[in-house]
């Protein structure tokens, strides 16, 4: 288990980018909600199939 929330704040972050506007409607709240947990879905199937997780590169600032 993580020591900090940096996974939480990463993925706080990530569906906030998908919600895109701070004050959503009940119906793109739940697109979004439905995008995330299709995703989740298809992550722990590819997981179960023993696919190795997708990392992401990390963006430096120059």
């Known amino acids: ?32 909600i439905l995008r995330k947990q299709s995703s989740f879905a298809t992550d722990i199937e590819r997981l179960r199939a023993g696919e190795q997780p997708q990392t992401q590169k990390k963006v430096t600032e120059n």
């Not at 020591?3 to 895109?20: K, L, M, Q, T």
């Open 1 to 32: 288990m993580a020591r900090s929330n940096n996974a939480i704040e990463g993925w706080h972050h990530a569906f906030n980018n998908c919600v895109s506007i701070k004050h959503p409607s009940i119906t793109k709240l739940a697109k979004c």
